[in-house]
């Protein structure tokens, strides 16, 4: 299994660990506020808490809080994120929902890619899943929750597919770096869906289904 560090100590980060947890993998929660993530690695059972800006013990370091922290973050770290995978889950969509804030054709994942330190990998990763639904998706589940990744690794991307794989849920390798513009776009409709009430339930997640 993997070691992994997620930055951040809110609902994803919680559902994250947990389930990494139960997946067989070591789990360091790292956060601005030491006593939040002391915390939430008791809440979780079997997870540690680290430092921010030291080097985390993962070999996977998953970013957990909202873009405008990402990038600052990734550069806080430094030197001590390479040789890591740097997962960003995050969605950078503005306040009415009308678009991202990001680059015109560009994407988070990429302007975090920018800040990372030589040697460092990133890939897109989670963000089409809302927390309180992995959180509520069981293993004993007959349909597993997909998770869309993308990256310019393969290595990378085969090491937070294993990862994924020990979560129960599925991987799905959807190209490189350059795809995650469309992942994050692909967030900004699922928020609109929960928002403008287009569905009744927020608990819903996106996937492909193979039909014979």
Known sequence: ???????????????????????????????????????????????????IGAAPAGDIVILAVPYAHAVPLVRQFGDALSGKVIVDITNPFNHDLTGLVTPEGGSAAQEIAKSAPAGAHVVKAFNTVFGHVLAACTPEDPRPLDVFIAGDDAGAKAHVSSFVESLTLRPLDVGDLTSARWLEGTSVLLMRAMSGKAVRSSSFSIGLTVRD
């Open 1 to 51: 299994m993997s070691r992994i560090s997620i930055i951040g100590t809110g609902n994803m980060a919680r559902a994250l660990g947990s389930r990494a947890v139960a997946g067989g993998n070591a789990v360091e929660v790292i956060g601005r506020d030491a006593s939040k993530a002391e915390a939430l690695a008791r809440t979780i059972g079997g997870a540690t808490a680290g430092t």
